[in-house]
Every structure is written in C-alpha cells, then in structure tokens.
C-alpha cells in the first residue's frame, strides 16, 4: 500500500458553540498527517456554524462542506460517506478535538497490521492527563473477538471507548454500503460498527489516546427524553430478531437491553406524560431480562440494574438517580 494515501474526517456540524468548533476543525487541519479532505457537513444550523465552515473551505483547499436541512447526525454522516473520496475514513464530533498525531498513528496500526479498522483511545476534557505515546502498544483481534467487545464493551486498553464511532479509522471497502440507522437517536454508533465488525477480518487497538471527548450539558446523553427515542426500541428489536442466527444473538440482545435502560433512565418518574412510552420500553426489557441475567457475560452494571427492576422500575430509576446526582 502507498504511505500517503487520501483519509476522509468526517464531521456532523449543529448547533454547537463557535470556539468548540474552531478547535475541532484547527486540531483535524494541523494533523502531522497532511492528505485529507475535511467533510463539515452543516446540518441546518440555525446558528453561524454554516458560516463559520464556509470560512474554513475558503482557508483551506482540503476542507468541503456541504449544507442540508437538520436531517440529524446519522443523516449528516451518511451524506459525507456517500460524498466522500478517501482511502479511509474516521469521524469526530464537532465539539470534541484530536491529537496532531491522531490520523498518523491510526493510518500507521493500520498499515503495520493489515486491520480493516483501528481504534486508539480517548480523554474527557477535564481530566488533563499527559500520555506518553512513544511505546505505543497494539493489540489485533479476530472478527469474533472484536465483535464481542462490542457487545459487552470491553476496553483492551485505557480509554479505549469501543461502542463510540470516532476514535476509528475505517477503510472505505470495509464499510462498504453500510450506513448510520436514521431513526436511532440513541445507540446509532454501536449499530453502525456492529454491522462494520461482523463483516471484517480483523481489528487493532492502540493504547496512545489522541481522541479528545468533550463533556458538556449539551452533549446528547445528558439531554431528557424525546419521543423520537422511542423508535430505538423497534430497532434494537429487529437488530435482535437478524442476529437470532448467528453466534453474537445473546451478545446482542445484552447490548439491547443496555441501551434500553438507559433510554428509560433519561425519563423521570415524575414525566407523566411519557407513560406510553415508558410502558413499552419496560416491556422490552422484561422481555429479555432474564436472558441478560443468565448470561456472564453482560455487563455487572446491567445486570444490577435488572435484578433493582424485580423491586419495580421506578425503584431501578430512583436508586440509579442518587447515585448519578
């Protein structure tokens, strides 16, 4: 393979806040690793963001926006994939930043070991940590291996965060025609890299963090429920149903059922108005309760969360709140 080859940053843009994304654009335009185009895909933000990526395609020859109507950040990125001419591709979020050293040390695994997809790790922003990534440690899974730390969401190294999209580098033929679920609100990144896992060879983890995560009270996990999130339950439903046959069905039901509760945690019991909703998330994972809990593998945090739910649901919530406060 040739050293230099063209890698493809993808990055949704909506209604986040000017300086956060002028450090996320600055910090992908000064990667020692030169040959990349910087997809900004301005998803109908009512704000300046469009402006202000317009600015940045004028600085800088490598930077392409495109401009939709807010479609959402599944539908911003399928719209860069599809528009996209990189080798490679990897994804950021436009409130968070990477290391300068970022895409070369992701493109470098990738080339030492042949993966389809390399992953490194990440730091939240406020935990100011210096890394020392001189002796940077690689550790190469098979397709099993890979997909069952996804399932369960192992870390093979420190701040490695395997069910999230960025923090990875893809090659263009492995994601082939595989694109972000639209009506997934809420676990849109761990299906996405689901069906991009099951299908490759391969995948390597690097212990160097160069991803840097933004916290912040906008970010989407800390926002309440929506009634758009109710869709993420026929999907995980039907991701449940397709998997029924293969090897990952008790892995992926555990996932499922994860993300549920924690779509049902972002509704307080005291939001009457969403009981219909609330109604139909219990029901699904009563439906597979017991199947998490029979399996070791699933995650001590769900399985506690299940056996609180035999006390009730809004006891399960309660005890997760003073906890989380």
């Not at 080339?111 to 190469?140: A, L, R, W």
């Not at 929506?226 to 892995?251: M, P, W």
Request: charged share 25%; aromatic share 12%.
């Amino acid at each position: 393979m040739e050293r230099n080859e063209l890698i493809s940053v993808i990055i949704p843009v909506y209604k986040v806040r000017e300086k956060f994304l002028k450090c996320c654009v600055e910090s992908v335009l000064e990667q020692s690793y030169r040959n990349i185009e910087v997809m900004l895909v301005d998803d109908g933000s009512p704000d300046n963001c469009g402006k202000i990526c317009d600015e940045y395609a004028k600085k800088d020859c490598r930077v392409k926006v495109i401009h939709t109507e807010n479609y959402g950040v599944s539908s911003a990125r399928n719209t860069a994939l599809n528009e996209c001419n990189g080798n490679y591709v990897t994804f950021v979020d436009s409130d968070d930043y990477i290391g300068k050293d970022y895409l070369f040390h992701l493109y470098d695994a990738m080339q030492k070991t042949g993966s389809e997809c390399v992953i490194c790790g990440c730091f939240t922003v406020d935990e100011y940590k210096i890394y020392n990534s001189e002796d940077i440690k690689k550790k190469v899974v098979d397709r099993e291996q890979a997909v069952n730390d996804l399932l369960y969401m192992k870390r093979p190294f420190h701040g490695i965060e395997i069910t999230a999209v960025w923090a990875s580098l893809y090659t263009m033929k492995s994601l082939d025609s595989i694109r972000f679920n639209q009506e997934m609100s809420i676990g849109e990144d761990f299906e996405f890299k689901y069906k991009v896992f099951k299908d490759i060879s391969n995948i390597t983890y690097i212990s160097v963090q160069d991803y840097y995560y933004m916290v912040h009270e906008n970010s989407a996990m800390r926002k309440g429920f929506d009634r758009k999130n109710i869709a993420v339950i026929g999907c995980l439903e039907h991701l449940i149903f397709n998997s029924k046959s293969t090897i990952y069905y008790q892995g992926v039901i555990s996932r499922s059922v994860n993300i549920a509760i924690v779509i049902l945690l972002m509704i307080r019991n005291k939001d009457k108005q969403y009981k219909n909703e609330q109604e139909q998330i219990i029901e699904f994972i009563k439906k597979y309760r017991k199947c998490v809990l029979l399996n070791k593998n699933s995650r001590i945090k769900v399985r506690m969360a299940l056996i609180l739910s035999f006390f009730g649901f809004s006891f399960m919530k309660n005890i997760y709140t003073i906890f989380n406060s």
